[in-house]
T-cell receptor
Framework: KQEVTQIPAALSVPEGENLVLNCSFT??????LQWFRQDPGKGLTSLLL?????REQTSGRLNASLDKSSGRSTLYIAASQPGDSATYLC??????????FGAGTILRVKS | DAGVIQSPRHEVTEMGQEVTLRCKPI?????LFWYRQTMMRGLELLIY????????DSGMPEDRFSAKMPNASFSTLKIQPSEPRDSAVYFC????FGVGETQYFGPGTRLLVL
């Protein structure tokens, strides 16, 4: 059974700092991996989607990498801002069947 | 487009009552997903539809849960009878291409069963 783990569970950084969120999964046979952002009391917003054949995806200050063989992905946030404060979730898609989510990393960026 | 619309946003009910959650997907999206989020279990897929047909309901916890999609613009998730352990945030999401493609989530329905 696929299990997705996110480390750290919570992170607090000063504004302007670069940071890395980690995601690991137990079964490397995945279709793709996605990173989402969830604001308190809101739904999820898709940030980046990496197909299994890709190594990374970039969007603005966000960069996500995927190492399928080792079962790891990282989300890099450059020059963090208070508006980046949210919970970040990664999810793996097993052969287009269904998304399996990690528990999330709660990020707080202090001004 | 207004995005995925869910109603109600909050629901408080007593154990044993029937609860109906509603979802309107983004127009043109032919996949619709129902998720449940709790502190203990995180975010779990309950069921998803393709072109109004249920494809995978293996995540539905018990027979007390049922979901329907009578047309392309409306879906319901029903719990009957409700129990306190059903308290959670229920999300609806939709996508154009399917599972594994970008999913657009609604704001969720926060359910509390007393």
């Amino acid at each position: 059974k696929q299990e997705v783990t996110q480390i750290p569970a919570a992170l607090s950084v000063p504004e302007g700092e670069n940071l890395v969120l980690n995601c690991s999964f137990t079964d490397s046979a995945i279709y793709n991996l996605q990173w989402f952002r969830q604001d308190p009391g809101k739904g999820l917003t898709s940030l980046l989607l990496i197909q299994s054949s890709q190594r990374e995806q970039t969007s603005g200050r966000l960069n996500a990498s995927l190492d399928k063989s080792s079962g790891r992905s990282t989300l890099y946030i450059a020059a963090s801002q208070p508006g980046d404060s949210a919970t970040y979730l990664c999810a793996v898609d097993e052969y287009g069947n269904k998304l399996v989510f990690g528990a999330g990393t709660i990020l707080r960026v202090k001004s | 487009d207004a995005g995925v619309i869910q109603s109600p946003r909050h629901e408080v009910t007593e154990m044993g009552q029937e609860v109906t959650l509603r979802c309107k997907p983004i127009s043109g999206h032919d996949y619709l997903f129902w998720y449940r989020q709790t502190m203990m279990r995180g975010l779990e897929l309950l069921i998803y539809f393709n072109n109004n047909v249920p494809i995978d309901d293996s995540g539905m916890p018990e027979d007390r849960f049922s979901a329907k999609m009578p047309n392309a613009s409306f879906s319901t998730l029903k719990i009957q009878p409700s129990e306190p352990r059903d308290s959670a945030v229920y999300f609806c999401a939709s996508s154009f291409f399917g599972v594994g493609e970008t999913q657009y989530f609604g704001p969720g329905t926060r359910l509390l069963v007393l």
